[in-house]
């Protein structure tokens, strides 16, 4: 993995309905999301690959963050467009690129995502690279589980991950059922 050069880091906390979590971001993209305990370790890894100073202040990106999250976690997201810095090895990239394809609301097993990536035997390797994600819920390594359907891991706990899982499929449910009451215009 070739670092990028260095890069002034602006972070923040931001609110949630999960706790508190703390966002990163340069000037190209957001670099971290991830939950306030996590984040001394995440940002030192970080730091690995861009180096530069790390300033806690606001940033136009932390600020689109915060805004895509409220309305995810209100259901009113399904995606995210906020950009993304996500430095990683090639094989951390591919995994979360096709994490990335995994649609709001469904998953996919650790298996699948090994085949969809053309290594169909890495399956731990997938594992290895989903808990390497530093850019929780946008990059939604939650939506990975066992061949089997358990949980399987989650880097913020298996609580979380059964939420954001729960919420995707609530909301997903409200927006495809069908009308409720009156007549059905078919039979009329």
Not at 13 to 35: I, N, R
Not at 59 to 70: K, M
Not at 91 to 106: C, D, H, K
Request: proline share 9%; glycine share 10%.
């Amino acid at each position: 993995m070739e670092p990028h050069g260095p890069a002034e880091i602006s972070w923040t906390h931001l609110e949630t309905p999960l706790g508190p979590m703390v966002a990163a971001a340069t000037a190209q993209g957001l670099c971290l999301l991830t939950f306030a305990e996590e984040a001394a370790e995440a940002l030192a890894r970080l730091r690995r690959y861009i180096p530069g100073p790390v300033i806690d202040r606001w940033h136009p990106l932390l600020e689109q963050t915060q805004e895509e999250l409220t309305q995810y976690f209100t259901g009113q997201r399904r995606t995210f467009s906020v950009p993304l810095l996500a430095p990683g090895t090639p094989f951390e990239r591919r995994v979360w690129s096709e994490l990335l394809r995994i649609p709001y609301g469904e998953t996919r097993s650790y298996k699948e995502i090994a085949a969809a990536i053309g290594r169909p035997g890495a399956m731990r390797a997938v594992g290895l690279a989903n808990g390497r994600n530093r850019i929780a819920i946008i990059i939604p390594c939650h939506r990975v589980i066992q061949h089997d359907g358990r949980l399987g891991g989650y880097g913020g706990g298996i609580g979380r991950k059964e939420y954001l899982l729960d919420l995707e499929r609530r909301a997903r449910a409200q927006t495809e059922a069908p009308p409720s009451g009156g007549e059905n215009p078919a039979q009329a």
